[in-house]
């Protein structure tokens, strides 16, 4: 050893900073890879020990052996002691952080015996205090009951999927800020309002109003059926509001919107069947409309909309043999008056000065038919012109029903509004 210490004493400085610095990093690579280290050194102490065990039974020498097993076994402990300081001890800690399983094995006093005596002990000394309680317990019950009632964020999150309505597309169809899987459009499903695009349709412009003023900027929730997306890749969903309450049937419910019934999205649609029989017998909304004005909804199986068909109404005339006539192809005024009648519009000509009398004169002029002598007093002064028009604008009562089929003739733009209906006659009796 004084040989290795005078010459390593002999060596350049230089030399000497390399080897201090080599040594330090052997110990630093030995202090990181301890674990494995000291797996290696248990692997060498197993093979000394062997190594022992072969030349004691060859009476052969030991000392090479036991250098090398007490060696290695000076290393596992040392490694196996580095380990432990730098990564911990799991074994160990786990049976230091866990005792009572070993008081729970315990056989001297088994803890459901324990418990017993606890209870019997405390039914003995404490029976007054248990009935006190037991007395008390009551009282206490309001407090459990009087729980805060869930919020409306907690009632939407129980419904589905909660969202902000940003936009209202129109009746029924909107837009929200939480887009559900990439898609803003919400179409409510099994419910149809009037269009407002594309051709507005009667009570389209209310029903669209009324989902603005109830949904647009409100917090709701989106409750989805079998399918998500429709053809126009807008998302499917029932849309329910704060209160509970869904506002597909709402809108069937107040008027707003028919049933609209596409499988195999139909969960709810007794719900808005049930609905939109209300409204119907309530003449709620758009139930409330004319005929002409149901017939230009769209079809949807719920006996209105399709279209409007006009029918045309047969002419009736003394003989289908002929196509046109005048004056001289009657016997008689009355005749000619029935035929006028029948079609006031008077594609014959026959009321030439438009007083309601045809061809007068016919025989029998002047017993013309009382409803046509009724009209005619009642029309316009001496001289069968149009009355004057207060203001410069007619109305029903200020003509007679010739004149004012005369009026609409003239301008069939209906200017007066005398055809309410348009079904081409004005100022219908």
Known sequence: MGNIFSRLA???IAVKVLMVVAALIVLGLSVVLSPLLAVLAAVVLAVAVIALIIQLLRRASLRRWR???AASLLLVLMFSGISNALYGGGGQSEQATSPEPTQEADPAQPEPTKRAADAEKDDEGDSAQSQTRVKEEPAQEPEREAQPSPSSEDKLADRGKAVAVSRVVDGDTIEVSSAVGGIADVRLIGVDTP???????PYGKEASAF???RLEGRQVALEFDV???DPYGRVLAYVWLPDGKMFNEVLVREG???VATFPPNV???ERFLAAQREARAESAGLWGLSANKLCQLADRSNGIGGGCVTESKPTATPSPSFSDRDCADFDNQTEAQEVLENDLSDPNGLDGDSDGVACEDLPGGNSASPSASARTSASAPAG???PPAPGGDYDCSDLTYSQAQQVLRSDPSDPHYLDGDDDGEACEP
């Open 227 to 229: 399918e998500r997306i």
């Open 384 to 386: 069968g012109g149009l």
């Open 256 to 258: 707003y919107a028919q």
């Open 195 to 201: 269009e407002t695009y594309g051709g507005t349709e």
């Open 10 to 12: 002999t060596l350049p």
């Open 211 to 213: 989902t603005t003023q």
């Open 267 to 269: 969960k709810y649609v």
């Open 67 to 69: 250098i090398i097993a």
